[in-house]
């Protein structure tokens, strides 16, 4: 536990900043979810236009450092190759 006033602090900082990144995290992975369940239903132009969404939210998270950027490029690269998979 902490004994400092500053540790004290840094201890709230950092439960503030875990619930902000989860709330992020939890975002773009439920856009992922949104696509994967489009692709497996076989709609190409819904799961289209969900990994134009997802990519955004994707990004959005390498912009607040939550994903680094090779991650997100590699979720996205991802996404798509499955769509392509879709006849």
Known sequence: MANT???KTKVRVIER???INKAVR???RT????????IVSGLKSEAQASVKM???EIMGAVAKGILHKNTAA???SRLVKK?????
């Open 83 to 87: 769509i392509k998979a879709i006849n």
């Open 54 to 56: 997802a990519e955004a």
């Open 31 to 38: 856009y992922i979810k949104k696509t994967e369940l489009d």
């Open 26 to 28: 939890n975002r773009y």
């Open 5 to 7: 006033k500053s540790a």
């Open 17 to 19: 900043k875990t619930a």
């Open 74 to 76: 590699r979720k996205v």
